[in-house]
């Protein structure tokens, strides 16, 4: 099992940027992919980007490419959300995820049960 920290959100005006950070505890060398999702209220947690735990793969919802970079440091075991230009739509609670399963398919990495192990969430809110 992988225990997950976030950090990092909090309110930001539109256009403006935000760093999530996860630190991730525990099994990490059994982590196939860290992804990012997020859930805004009363709707489903949707994925927003991912990236390889051992490659430089990197993956992302089409409403956040070119505005957001999700990169790793294995030393520190800990992967980032750099969040550029953001706009109200963008606001929610965002969760960190680990996967233990190997996957193929760019579907298969933003499904939710893909991943095994969730941080707590950090809440995100971009005023307009």
């Known amino acids: 099992q992988v225990q997950l920290v976030e950090s990092g959100g909090g309110l930001v005006q539109a256009g403006g940027s935000l760093r999530l950070s996860c630190a991730a505890s525990?099994?990490?060398?059994?982590?196939?992919?860290m992804g990012w999702f997020r859930q805004a209220p009363g709707k489903e947690r949707e994925f927003v980007a991912a990236?390889?735990?051992?490659?430089?793969?990197?993956y992302y919802t089409d409403s956040v490419k070119g505005r957001f970079t999700i990169s790793r440091d294995n030393a520190k075991n800990t992967v980032y959300l750099q969040m550029s230009s953001l706009n109200p739509e963008d606001t929610g609670v965002y969760y960190c995820?680990?996967?233990?399963?190997?996957?193929?398919?760019?579907?298969?990495?933003?499904?939710?049960?893909?991943?095994?192990?969730w941080g707590q969430g950090t809440q995100v809110t971009v005023s307009s």
């Open positions: 995820a680990a996967s233990r399963n190997p996957f193929f398919t760019f579907a298969a990495i933003q499904r939710v049960l893909q991943y095994n192990d």
């Open positions: 990236i390889g735990w051992s490659t430089s793969n990197t």
């Open positions: 525990g099994r990490t060398s059994s982590t196939y992919a």
